[in-house]
């Protein structure tokens, strides 16, 4: 039977950590402001919004809250954005995805300043993150990163196969095992013979966005696990991208769903203010 990486643990440890260092940089006069602004009322987004306040709360940074109607244009957006750009009591800016169809994601998140892009998804930052340069990293995939290593996952010389290739997991977490020295292989919709690689995976991390796709017979005899999809059925129940039940079988170690990679992704956008306020 695998061993559960309990995310909520590990996220909670990060939180105090970062709490002690904001304690610290208060007393030297430095405050830190997250601005969180969300278009529409979009009930998940909603929550997200809502998590992120308090973890802002909870960590001792303030956070100012822009709730705009389904109705506001990009042009109001965006001159919103270039405000909190010059303000300099603001050190973080983020954009809750996904926004009103009228509104082009791209161009919003390229409005942020990259000094202020707390979600690490401006083009700078994604640069940033390939040539190996110090930069706001993505949330999720730096979450996974703590996960592994706080769990003594080896990464180092590992093979490790991501499934999945968006621009918010699946390529930038690609980077980061490159960093971490893991040979990596990105898989996708187009790969043939999907079940073979994954059997190859000593770490496999799945984000592919398809309720349990992922069963037993992908899985390597004691491979670890990294479970990013999260979906609800008709009768509200969670499940991620993985069959938790074959896999935890056949792995050594895994996330379960919920509890395993979604309470990293709000800490490590709070290590990112954290980052911000520092600058």
Do not use: W
């Not at 997200?48 to 109705?71: D, H």
């Not at 161009?107 to 998804?121: C, E, L, R, Y």
């Not at 043939?192 to 496999?204: M, V």
């Amino acid at each position: 039977m695998a061993k559960i990486i309990d995310g909520k643990k590990i996220s909670a440890e990060i939180k105090e950590e970062l709490k002690n260092e904001v304690a610290q940089l208060k007393a030297q006069g430095i405050e830190g402001t997250l601005a969180v602004i969300q278009v529409g009322n979009d009930p998940a987004s909603s929550v997200y919004v809502n998590n992120k306040k308090k973890a802002c709360a909870y960590i001792g940074i303030n956070s100012e809250s822009f709730e705009l109607p389904e109705e506001t244009t990009q042009e109001e957006l965006l001159a919103l954005i270039a405000k909190l750009n010059a303000d300099d009591s603001i050190n973080g800016i983020l954009v809750q995805l996904p926004v009103p169809k009228h509104i082009d994601e791209k161009t919003i998140i390229n409005a942020i300043s990259p000094k202020k892009d707390v979600d690490g998804f401006h083009p700078e930052s994604v640069g940033s993150l390939v040539i190996g340069q110090p930069g706001f990293v993505s949330c999720t995939p730096a979450g996974i990163i703590e996960l592994l290593k706080r769990s003594n996952v080896t990464i180092d010389g590992k093979n490790c196969v991501i499934v999945g290739r968006s621009n918010i997991v699946g390529k930038p977490m690609a980077l980061l095992m490159l960093r971490e020295n893991a040979t990596v292989t990105i898989a996708h919709s187009h790969t043939k013979n999907l079940k073979e690689i994954c059997q190859n995976a000593d770490i496999l991390i799945i984000a592919i966005g398809k309720r349990e796709f992922i069963t037993g017979d992908y899985i390597k005899e004691g491979a670890v696990v990294i479970d990013v999809g999260i979906h609800r059925d008709e009768n509200n129940k969670l499940a991620g991208d993985v069959k938790y039940d074959e896999a935890e079988k056949k792995a050594s170690q895994i996330t379960p769903v919920p509890g395993g990679v979604g309470p990293m992704t709000i800490a490590m956008l709070m290590n990112n203010c954290v980052k911000a306020m520092k600058k």
